[in-house]
């Protein structure tokens, strides 16, 4: 059953807004972690279009990860949670969304993992922003 992208950009634009985030923000992450694949499955273990890991559904109580809807309503409530936690710092978003929120604690910044480093960049790049205030 293929799923209609028109379903899955509204899906989007909705749970992001009704989370207070950019659907944009949201899209862009989607793009980088799974291609917009719903059964994406990373060499770690995370799932589905948010790519998202067994811990963080079981926190989230997300019941299928390779159910596209409930995969971007748990990745957007997790990243909501970080952006709360982060205060809005978008690097610091991205690198917690990408390597958990203990390497960016324990690092104070972003974590020297050349993978985060990239992710981060390129999220930041796709979204045409340096992650700074405008």
Do not use: C, W
């Not at 944009?24 to 980088?32: D, G, K, P, S, T």
């Amino acid at each position: 059953a293929t799923i209609d992208p028109r379903a899955i950009e509204a899906h989007v634009e909705e749970v992001a807004v009704r989370y207070g985030l950019s659907p944009r923000l949201v899209a862009v992450i989607i793009e980088v972690e799974s291609e917009f694949n719903p059964r994406a499955v990373s060499r770690k273990g995370a799932r589905g279009l948010m790519q998202l890991m067994p811990v963080t559904v079981s926190e989230l109580r997300v019941r299928d990860s390779f159910d596209p809807f409930e995969n971007i309503t748990g990745g957007v409530r997790h990243l909501r949670r970080l952006m709360d936690r982060f205060d809005g710092n978008l690097p610091l978003v991205l690198a917690a969304y990408n390597a958990g929120e203990q390497a960016v604690v324990a690092y104070g910044g972003v974590p020297p993992y050349r993978e985060t480093r990239r992710y981060v960049a390129r999220v930041l790049q796709k979204l045409g922003t340096d992650g700074g205030a405008p």
